[in-house]
């Protein structure tokens, strides 16, 4: 068992102190048990000595999991200032929040958030009468840790299908209302995950689910993924497979969703998190049979919209930055397609509303929106309020207006209506927030990687910075399964630039700023690419004075968890402090767990062969911590019911760095309880979280006050 030096009291009587003069505070880790367990790959054995830590239902792991928490909590309780980030976040986050509003039947539904509520809540009116609330997910659990996850309306709005989340899982339960009186229709329906719901008239819908699996719901393998068809008033039990109940159609992840008019259910059916197979049915026939659209899954593809039986798709398939193709649903095959809207040098976000295709490009990741007709002519290209990103742009067809939203990294996101046929638009919600915009600036930089590739990354801070290598900055990071990070404003990124700190956001390959070729550069035995991008991000904040190691911190979440792994077992004296969160840090075991399999595309497994496993032990967290080594100051964050990026891999990586870390940096694992990969977290736990990350950034920087005491003081005052 490894310890820090000295008693936690000292802390509080060393508040002055600089950071070579403060004396490290005592950790006490738990005694982690090891075991014998050895996997054999290729006749190579490899221990995994924590792996009772998988067992997410023994109560030797929860037994773990509190003691962790204890030693945890008792360090960031002992940071002087983690109380006033905390009330400096609460009070900024204390303003309404409003969504763009949308017309289901005769009401006019919007989300709505008076400033500290842990839950969204869905309002509705009808004409010029008062606004009601319609669901309340604040009143779901006493805790706020049942959400909302997902609302569907019939087409004539009457009755509505609502899925909640409970504690953050992926397993979801859907329930049916009539939207008129609010009144529950039917049994609530159990175990859906990874499903939308889309109505079929208003008989009933179609929605997705697992069987449910062997084992923990939590970590068991789930691999077989069923569309059905629920038809109201029937139990659960008597719903339809449609897709995937047998060996020939099995697959990972399959969606079904019903075209606007009613008369197409459009099925997509894939094995990993890119390409999918592309099918339709016609429902105005009785058991019409499945016509193939797309049956290899080399591309990704789906209908955007029809006119009768003209299909309009939107795919990558010989197109990496996509496009917008056409053709009929009598014989919709790849030879029968025609482009309408090309492929460009830009990657393609396909919309539609009011009778026009709306095309918004990533320019560098900076959005460009340009508005089609149905014949692929150019009506023109939208001004936007100003550099950043817009989404939000569609509606229904019959639409006349609708409603985009436009932000970036300094700017609160405002929603604006835009008129379809003059292309005008006019704000229609701006946030009331205290922040100033103004005080702030963000820059775009490109800088070379290893191999001499140029990266994107967008820097930002407050105007007048001294570049002194003296201030605090968060580099955060992705870098996978063809996502891309685009400007987006966030309230803890507001505190955290408040308090002068640099938000530095590259685009790393494996995303999709530069479409499918820019992500396939990341991915499998390329993977490595996504590392040394990072690393020469922060090589370039460094070389540039924008910090320096001492005040350099890294993070990402998910597959962006295993980018900060990997990057601070790689480079350990790069950065001062490293905040991996929900992270993928086994990666010879991620595709034994829930739906991890199909992440293969992208990381491939240690199974499918000797070069595939030996490349993946080569980066993986992990395997890759070294006894001796002095890693960052470490906080690791997880949650107890993360059902997507299990907790094991956390929970492993923290007890294999906390027995062999070396000197007085930390390495704490703080796991939130009842709670899951992020999605739906309540407000109330996302500010607690933040204030003990940055808490735990800046202390380990040295500071022992916050760097803006003013900015204290303004809001105490």
């Avoid at 609330?133 to 309306?153: H, K, M, Y």
Wanted: hydrophobic content about 30%; aromatic content about 12%.
């Amino acid at each position: 068992m490894r310890q820090l030096s000295i008693l936690m009291a000292v802390l509080i009587f060393a508040a002055c102190k600089t950071e070579k003069e403060r004396e490290p505070i005592v950790v006490n880790y738990p005694e982690t048990k090891t075991v014998d367990t050895v996997d054999t790959y290729f006749e190579a054995e490899v221990p995994d000595p924590y792996r009772w830590l998988e067992d997410d239902r023994s109560q030797e792991t929860g037994a773990w999991v509190t003691q962790q928490n204890k030693v945890t909590f008792g360090y960031l309780d002992s940071i002087p200032f983690r109380d006033d980030i905390k009330n400096r976040l609460e009070k900024i986050w204390n303003y309404e929040k409003l969504s763009a509003p949308f017309k289901e039947g005769d009401y006019t539904y919007f989300y709505k958030n008076d400033g500290l509520q842990d839950q969204y809540v869905v309002y509705r009116k009808k004409g010029d009468n008062d606004a009601e609330v319609f669901l309340d997910p604040n009143t779901f659990s006493e805790d706020g840790t049942t959400s909302l996850a997902g609302l569907s309306f019939t087409k004539d709005g009457t009755l509505a299908a609502y899925s909640i989340s409970e504690g953050g899982s992926d397993w979801r339960k859907v329930i049916t209302l009539n939207s008129e009186t609010k009144e529950i229709v039917e049994d609530t329906l159990v175990e859906v995950k990874f499903s939308g719901i889309s109505w079929k008239g208003n008989d009933g819908f179609f929605y997705s689910s697992y069987d449910k699996p062997k084992g923990s719901e939590l970590s068991a393998k789930t691999d077989q993924h069923k569309l059905y068809y629920h038809k109201l008033g029937t139990p659960q039990s008597e719903d339809k497979v449609i897709y995937g109940g047998v060996p020939e159609e099995k697959h990972r992840y399959i969606g079904g969703s019903v075209s606007d008019d009613g008369r197409y259910l459009y099925i997509s059916a894939a094995t990993s998190t890119y390409g999918r197979k592309l099918f339709l049915k016609d429902l105005t026939k009785e058991n019409s049979p499945l016509v193939t659209i797309l049956d290899m899954a080399d591309s990704n593809t789906y209908v955007i919209d029809n006119e009768g039986s003209k299909l309009f798709l939107v795919t990558d398939r010989n197109a990496p930055n996509k496009k917008i193709v056409v053709t009929d649903a009598s014989n919709p095959t790849p030879d029968n397609w025609k482009d309408l809207i090309p492929e460009t040098e830009n990657v393609l976000t396909a919309g539609t509303g009011g009778g026009y295709f709306f095309a918004e490009y990533m320019v560098d990741a900076i959005s460009k929106v340009l508005q089609y007709d149905y014949e692929g002519n150019l009506v023109r290209e939208v001004e936007l309020p100003g550099v950043g990103s817009a989404n939000g742009f569609g509606g229904k067809k019959e639409d006349t207006e609708f409603y985009f939203y436009f932000t970036n990294y300094k700017t609160p996101g405002s929603s604006y209506k835009y008129n379809v046929e003059t292309g005008e638009y006019e704000l229609y919600w701006k946030p009331e927030i205290d922040f100033n915009p103004e005080d702030y600036e963000s820059n775009q930089v490109f800088y070379e990687s290893k191999d001499g590739t140029k990266v994107p990354m967008i820097i930002t801070h407050k105007k007048g910075i001294e570049l002194n290598g003296k201030n605090p900055t968060i580099l955060y990071g992705y870098g996978g399964f063809n996502i891309s990070l685009t400007p987006r404003f966030s309230i803890v990124n507001a505190v955290w630039m408040e308090q002068g700190g640099v938000y530095a956001v590259p685009n790393l390959r494996g995303g999709g700023e530069y479409g499918k070729e820019w992500h396939i550069a990341g991915t499998k035995t390329q993977k490595q690419n996504v590392f040394d991008d990072f690393i020469a991000a922060a090589e370039y904040l460094i070389d540039n004075n924008y910090t320096s190691k001492e005040y350099l911190a890294i993070r990402g979440g998910s597959n962006g968890g295993l980018l900060v792994g990997a990057t601070m077992t790689q480079r350990p004296d790069l950065m001062q402090v490293a905040l991996p969160a929900v992270g993928v840090l086994d990666m010879l075991r991620y595709h034994t767990f829930t739906a991890g399999a199909g992440w293969a595309y992208d990381y491939g497994t240690s199974e499918e062969s000797q070069e595939m496993f030996e490349y993946l032990k080569g980066y993986s967290p992990l395997h890759n911590i070294k006894e001796g080594v002095a890693y960052p100051a470490t906080l690791i964050t997880t949650a107890d019911h993360d059902d997507r990026v299990v907790p094991a891999h956390s929970f492993k990586f923290a007890a294999e760095l906390q027995s062999k870390q070396m000197g007085d940096n930390p390495t704490l694992i703080r796991i939130e309880t009842n709670a899951g990969h992020g999605a739906g977290t309540p407000v109330s736990k996302t500010i607690e979280q933040y204030a003990d990350i940055f808490g735990f950034t800046l202390f380990n920087m040295g500071y022992d006050e916050l760097p803006n005491q003013a900015v204290l003081k303004e809001f105490k005052g």
